[in-house]
Antibody, heavy 128, light 108 residues
């Protein structure tokens, strides 16, 4: 059974750093993209970016480029999302999700296309 | 960026009804569209991928159709567990993967 287990809720102050985690099991960790999705209160999901643990290829949505860092550790089948300096506007639920992909012949690249298994979410609260 | 516009933003229906939710893309995305269901307090759940393919384990009362810019999610014979928020999501311009703003389905 595919499972994605996320780290516990966090309460931080503006300016602090943070790393949250997502441990995968039940499938070959290095063969699927894993994405991070932000959901702010009462809003729709937003894809932040994703990583292919097999070769650490990492892509960011333009809205999140430079604001967060996504990484992976294959020895513990875990993907991370980190901030160097949090803002109050980073308060949200963050989900990790495994992504299915398809082969794009134009770019000769396996592109992620959907989020087929999700973690339970990590609530991040940033407040002074 | 490709914009996804869902309608209606909310919808009231009764058990046993049939409902249709629409997702309009701001440009041609072929069939590069998925649908999700989200129950309050839970993660989204993939229902339909590539516009019209039902994910394994999802009841057959859910169906998707459409291509290019116009897509629909139809639920027939509504059940109590179907009352949730539904989102479309395109993947035509990776790494920009965008969700619609959601359609909240409520019990009448």
């Amino acid at each position: 059974e595919v499972q994605l287990l996320q780290s516990e809720p966090e309460v931080k102050k503006p300016g602090e750093s943070l790393r949250i985690s997502c441990q995968a099991s039940g499938y070959s960790f290095t063969m699927y993209w894993v994405g991070w999705v932000r959901q702010m209160p009462g809003k729709g999901p937003e894809c932040m970016g994703f990583i292919y643990p097999g070769d650490s290829d990492t892509r960011y949505s333009p809205s999140f480029q430079g604001l967060v860092t996504i990484s992976a550790d294959t020895s513990v089948s875990t993907v991370y999302l980190q901030w160097s300096s949090l803002k109050a506007s980073d308060s949200a639920i963050y989900y990790c999700a495994r992504m299915e992909d398809y082969y794009d012949f134009w770019s000769a690249y396996h592109k992620p296309k959907n989020f087929d298994h999700w973690g339970q979410g990590t609530l991040v609260t940033v407040s002074s | 960026d490709i914009q996804m516009t869902q309608s209606p933003s909310s919808l009231s229906a009764s058990i046993g009804d049939r409902v249709t939710i629409t997702c309009l893309a701001s440009q041609d995305i072929s069939k590069n569209l998925n649908w999700y269901q989200q129950i309050p307090g839970k993660a989204p759940k993939l229902l339909i991928y590539d516009a019209s393919n039902l994910k394994t384990g999802v009841p057959s009362r859910f169906s998707g159709s459409g291509s290019v810019t116009y897509f629909t999610l139809t639920i027939t014979n509504l059940q109590p567990e179907d009352f949730a928020t539904y989102y479309c999501q395109h993947y035509d311009n990776v790494p920009s993967i965008t969700f619609g703003q959601g359609t909240r389905l409520e019990i009448k």
